[in-house]
């Protein structure tokens, strides 16, 4: 961090701020120009909140020279994080796909799309059972009964589940559930992330509908600093002015994110577009880019699916893209 001190401000002012930032245990240095004086602080800022330091008396600008999360960043950590549960791995070069219906509806119709999802070739089974709606009135999933249902399909084909939680309340229901998926909406609900942070259960981290990459970040490091290193991160579309999809995918943030950090990289390309059509060409492009797994949304019977019906795959559909994404993920992995 790099501080730029005002030219009116006095010695005594300029010493009391050196005095306050040594608090924080980093080293400061003093370098006074002719025409300028520059602290540089030297070690570990991460708990140097920008704003504070800018509301000091001496204070004329403040710029971070480093990011300011710590547990989830790349330089502190140089080998790619690789998640293990229930056999299958996320990170570290192989290519997981998480399929399944938007939320979950019956036992009949989960279980259908369950096991058209497994034959196809998918490692993951998705489905919502609290569904973040954008109005009250629509169908807001089957809550525990719905996770009920989530774990009969895994006894039925062996896939570990992932599915959303909404309110840290719920936590126990998710005592049996593989991955727990925060959803964009939440990506900044910090009480939610702590406790998931005291969890030993891997967290899947959805970008939030307008967050940076480094808000991203820092919602991971909310987790993390909890104690729960597991975090998969998330890149399902961000809100831009085009109208034509629901959301634009960020298709950089894949190799942007591998540079930032170690940890594992989805790209939901449903919800990211909000057109089946669009998802086979966007989870071909995720791979190309990098990702380390994709999350789709598999439905038995999109037209009639209770939600997100347009941006559903059908079972055929889905096994005529895994076809391309698994031929493709080799030619990556061995030419690139
Ligand atoms: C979902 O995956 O079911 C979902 C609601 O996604 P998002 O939070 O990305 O909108
Ligand atoms: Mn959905």
Known sequence: MIIIVKD??????????????????VRTNLVTGVHSRIIGLIGDTTSIDVDSVKAREAVEAVKRVQEPYKNANRRFHPDDTVIEVGGK??????????????????????????????????????????????????FQGLGREGIE??????????????????????????????????????MQNFTLLKALGRCDKPVLLKRGLSATLQELLMSAEYIMSEGNSKVILC???????????????????VPLLRQKTHLPIVIDPSHATGLSSLVEP???AAVT??????????????????????????P??????????????SFVRNEL
């Not at 509806?105 to 569904?131: C, H, N, Y």
């Not at 895994?154 to 727990?180: C, H, N, Q, W, Y």
């Not at 949304?297 to 059908?314: F, M, N, R, Y």
């Open 282 to 284: 966007m989870s071909l």
């Open 8 to 25: 009116k401000a006095t010695e005594k002012q300029v010493n009391e701020l050196m005095e306050w930032l040594s608090g924080f245990n």
């Open 235 to 253: 890149e399902r579309g961000i809100r831009t002015y085009e109208p034509e999809t629901r959301n634009t995918l960020d298709i950089s943030a």
């Open 289 to 314: 880019a990098g990702a380390d797994a994709l999350e789709i949304e598999v439905h038995i019977d999109p037209k009639s699916a209770w939600s997100d019906g347009a941006q559903s795959l059908t």
């Open 316 to 329: 055929e559909q889905f096994r005529a893209s895994m076809k391309k994404i698994r031929a493709l993920e």
């Open 149 to 186: 249902l989530l774990i009969q399909a895994r006894k039925e084909t062996g896939l570990p589940i992932v599915t959303e939680i909404m309110d840290l309340s719920d936590l126990d229901l998710f005592a049996d559930v593989d991955i727990v998926q925060v959803g964009a909406r939440n």
């Open 89 to 138: 791995r996320i990170g570290g070069g192989s290519l997981a796909v998480i399929a399944g219906p938007c939320s979950v509806e019956t036992e009949d119709r989960l279980m259908q799309t369950a096991i058209a999802v497994k034959e196809a070739g998918a490692d993951f089974l998705r489905g919502g059972a609290f569904k973040p709606r954008t109005s009250p009135y629509a």
